[in-house]
């Protein structure tokens, strides 16, 4: 069965820099999630998508933004990166409804030194 | 402050045993509840979910419990295998929005 993909998987950028994260969620999914997830932490919620439009934001700082488009592919732009911003990034998908699971996806992991 | 507080933080136990993790919330909104198991550089993939309606469920070896007036649930690995070893999410989901609020995580490590 088809997942949810990320790309890149790894990225290392200087501080400062931006950083573009991609997420391919699984078909026929229209929901997308953004989590964070520190070393040794749990996961954070960022922001989510339904058809392409935010339906719910989380703990996710001013420096960052995020889209859906209209394939339902989403997208996390990072700006002014910071030493701090260094973590595994999850993209998850789900279908419409409250009721469906959350898929993750393998997680892109972001190195800012 | 942890709206959804995982114990403990860390288990080891023998192949063949039973592994017990534990997760309470506060939010009376909190409406469904997934765990998800982690493996190191891997997302976290759903193992087992309970509605609020539903005291128990199982699946396999893994059974979900839970109490809705003490605001608690549990998730038993009976059988615990070395392929267990991971680390444990118990989430929660309110009936607001869809996000996800994380337990802190467990990491269970079943000694062979």
């Known amino acids: 069965a088809a997942g949810v993909i990320q790309s890149p998987r790894h990225l290392i950028k200087e501080k400062r820099e931006t950083a573009t994260l ?15 997830q520190g070393p040794g932490q749990d996961p954070q919620f960022l922001i989510s998508f339904y058809e392409k439009m935010q339906s719910d934001k989380g703990s996710i700082p001013d420096r960052f933004s995020a889209q859906q ?31 469906e699971t959350q898929y993750f996806g393998p997680g892109t992991r972001l190195l800012v030194l | 402050q942890q709206q959804v507080k995982q114990s403990p933080q860390s288990l080891i136990v023998q192949k063949g045993g039973i592994s017990i993790i534990n997760c309470a919330y506060e939010n009376t909104a909190f409406d ?6 982690q ?12 509605r609020p309606d539903v005291s128990e469920k199982k699946e396999g070896r893994f059974t979900i419990s839970f109490n809705k007036s ?17 680390t444990y ?22 000694k062979p």
């Open chain 2, 39 to 50: 493996f190191p550089g891997k997302g976290p993939a759903l193992l087992i979910a309970i």
């Open chain 1, 22 to 36: 991609k997420c391919y969620p699984i078909p026929r999914h229209d929901t997308v999630y953004w989590y964070q």
């Open chain 2, 70 to 86: 003490a605001k608690q649930f549990s998730l038993h690995i009976m059988d615990s295998q070395p392929g267990d070893s991971a």
């Open chain 2, 32 to 37: 469904y509840f997934p765990w998800y198991q």
């Open chain 2, 89 to 110: 999410f118990c989430a929660a989901r309110d009936n607001a929005g869809n996000m996800l609020t994380f337990g802190g995580g467990t990491r269970l490590m079943v």
């Open chain 1, 69 to 99: 488009f209209s394939d339902y592919h989403s997208e996390l732009n990072m700006s002014s990166l910071e030493l701090g911003d260094s973590a595994l990034y999850f993209c998850a998908s789900s279908s419409s409804g409250r009721e």
